[in-house]
């Protein structure tokens, strides 16, 4: 058997359109496997230690312990103001846990509205491990522990979350009955933002996880705040803009400036002032 220049030239071409194809695949094949293991362990850093705690910053607290539907046994401070307005459902973000948010606690604090800050499972002293169905879970037990334990009228809860504590916030108030909502830095769903990470690969068909609040804050009724910081760089600002076009009235839009940490520190008066007015509007 013979070999030709051109059919030995052919074959090599199809050898190096071969291992090309290969190595475009190998390389997909690798991304898939990334945001599978990303699902898992890229979303959640939760923080086990209790690094301050509001007696530290003279607030007298409750260190409460309360169960989930499925079991799991949560851990949350409550924080009663002297002369309550109303009460915050606080859902914290995705890193860290409710130590590390000492300071907003006292910003609520500051206008007289007590604050229940729980931690998802696997975050500080609650047990389990995250995951969106889990958030979720620990959240409606949160809002029950206020109305059983407590003896809180829905009409005087307010959830408020930040960043993923947003859409957890989101998926409760499509679900039970409160005064109003407060969302910060809350993203449309876990698919549009890892569109903007990978926006040529099938995220619809890969990830499994959602984290839909688009769809679900068109199912809310009580009045709406929606902050997010034009400076985001985390969440971008269009997320915010979408969820707030989505929402049903009544609903207000807070742009703030600064960074996706750092934007309610660097104006903290405005941003009291805003809550305050949202209250006083919708709760008094």
Same mark, same amino acid.
């Given at each position: 058997?013979? %070999?030709?220049?051109?059919? +030995?030239?052919?074959?090599?071409?199809? $050898?190096? !359109?071969? /291992?090309?194809?290969?190595?475009? =695949? #190998?390389?997909?094949?690798?991304?898939?496997?990334?945001?599978?293991?990303?699902?898992?362990?890229?979303?959640? %850093?939760?923080?086990?230690? +209790?690094?301050?705690?509001?007696?530290? $910053?003279? !607030?007298? /607290?409750?260190?409460?312990?309360? =169960? #989930?539907?499925?079991?799991?046994?949560?851990?949350?401070?409550?924080?009663?103001?002297?002369?309550?307005?109303?009460?915050?459902?606080?859902?914290?973000?995705?890193?860290?846990?409710?130590?590390?948010?000492?300071?907003?606690?006292?910003?609520?604090?500051?206008?007289?509205?007590?604050?229940?800050?729980?931690?998802?499972?696997?975050?500080?002293?609650?047990?389990?491990?995250?995951?969106?169905?889990?958030?979720?879970?620990?959240?409606?037990?949160?809002?029950?522990?206020?109305?059983?334990?407590?003896?809180?009228?829905?009409?005087?809860?307010?959830?408020?979350?930040?960043?993923?504590?947003?859409?957890?916030?989101?998926?409760?108030?499509?679900?039970?009955?409160?005064?109003?909502?407060?969302?910060?830095?809350?993203?449309?769903?876990?698919?549009?933002?890892?569109?903007?990470?990978?926006?040529?690969?099938?995220?619809?068909?890969?990830?499994?996880?959602?984290?839909?609040?688009?769809?679900?804050?068109?199912?809310?009724?009580?009045?709406?705040?929606?902050?997010?910081?034009?400076?985001?760089?985390?969440?971008?600002?269009?997320?915010?803009?979408?969820?707030?076009?989505?929402?049903?009235?009544?609903?207000?839009?807070?742009?703030?400036?600064?960074?996706?940490?750092?934007?309610?520190?660097?104006?903290?008066?405005?941003?009291?002032?805003?809550?305050?007015?949202?209250?006083?509007?919708?709760?008094?």
């Amino acid at each position: 058997m013979s %070999f030709t220049l051109s059919s +030995i030239i052919t074959l090599m071409d199809f $050898i190096r !359109l071969l /291992f090309g194809t290969l190595a475009l =695949f #190998s390389f997909l094949a690798f991304l898939i496997l990334y945001l599978k293991y990303y699902e898992k362990k890229g979303i959640y %850093f939760p923080v086990r230690k +209790i690094h301050l705690t509001p007696k530290e $910053i003279g !607030l007298e /607290f409750e260190d409460v312990y309360f =169960f #989930s539907s499925d079991g799991v046994k949560l851990n949350g401070w409550y924080i009663p103001a002297k002369e309550t307005r109303a009460t915050v459902l606080f859902c914290h973000g995705n890193a860290g846990n409710i130590s590390h948010r000492i300071d907003v606690i006292y910003l609520f604090y500051k206008l007289g509205l007590s604050v229940f800050i729980f931690d998802y499972r696997g975050y500080g002293r609650s047990q389990g491990r995250p995951t969106e169905e889990g958030l979720y879970l620990d959240a409606e037990a949160a809002h029950k522990y206020l109305i059983k334990s407590r003896n809180l009228n829905e009409g005087s809860i307010v959830v408020y979350g930040k960043s993923i504590g947003a859409n957890v916030a989101v998926e409760l108030c499509s679900k039970v009955k409160i005064a109003a909502l407060i969302s910060e830095s809350a993203f449309t769903s876990a698919l549009e933002m890892g569109k903007k990470l990978f926006p040529f690969l099938p995220l619809k068909w890969i990830i499994s996880i959602k984290f839909d609040a688009l769809s679900k804050i068109k199912n809310i009724t009580v009045p709406k705040l929606i902050i997010h910081s034009e400076d985001d760089k985390i969440i971008p600002f269009r997320h915010g803009r979408k969820l707030f076009e989505a929402a049903l009235e009544p609903k207000e839009f807070y742009p703030m400036r600064g960074g996706h940490n750092d934007a309610i520190f660097l104006a903290s008066e405005d941003f009291v002032s805003k809550i305050d007015a949202f209250i006083q509007k919708h709760l008094n």
